[in-house]
């Protein structure tokens, strides 16, 4: 059983940065591939990013295209989301997740029922 644990949420002011992470249990990332998903109040939970199991491959959402960037630490079996120029519309809970399937295509990768494992989610609140 993957177990997926994310912090770095907080509160910070419209064009701030914050660097979510997601520690993993066991080797998860060097066999996963692995996903950001966002959901907001009153909102369908929506796809963020994705890093393939290679970390060759990265996909994100146009909305956040140039200002978040995610990546992984094989050696700390973790995943980030470096996330600059915060928005206020980026205020949402955010999920870590991961999935076994190597060979999806990009719009795959965005679909969160392609993810076995989740995390429980990290609070970010950005003010205007």
């Known amino acids: 059983q993957v177990q997926l644990v994310e912090s770095g949420g907080g509160l910070v002011q419209a064009g701030g940065s914050l660097r979510l992470s997601c520690a993993s249990s066991?080797?998860?990332?060097?066999?996963?591939?692995m996903g950001w998903f966002r959901q907001a109040p009153g909102k369908e939970r929506e796809f963020v990013a994705y890093?393939?199991?290679?970390?060759?491959?990265?996909y994100y959402t146009d909305s956040v295209k140039g200002r978040f960037t995610i990546s992984k630490d094989i050696a700390k079996n973790a995943v980030y989301l470096q996330m600059n120029n915060l928005k206020p519309e980026d205020t949402a809970v955010y999920y870590c997740?991961?999935?076994?399937?190597?060979?999806?295509?990009?719009?795959?990768?965005?679909?969160?029922?392609?993810?076995?494992?989740w995390g429980h989610g990290t609070q970010v609140t950005v003010s205007s």
């Open positions: 066991g080797r998860t990332p060097s066999i996963y591939a």
């Open positions: 890093i393939t199991r290679s970390g060759s491959r990265t």
């Open positions: 997740a991961a999935t076994p399937g190597t060979d999806y295509s990009s719009s795959d990768y965005a679909k969160g029922s392609k993810y076995a494992s």
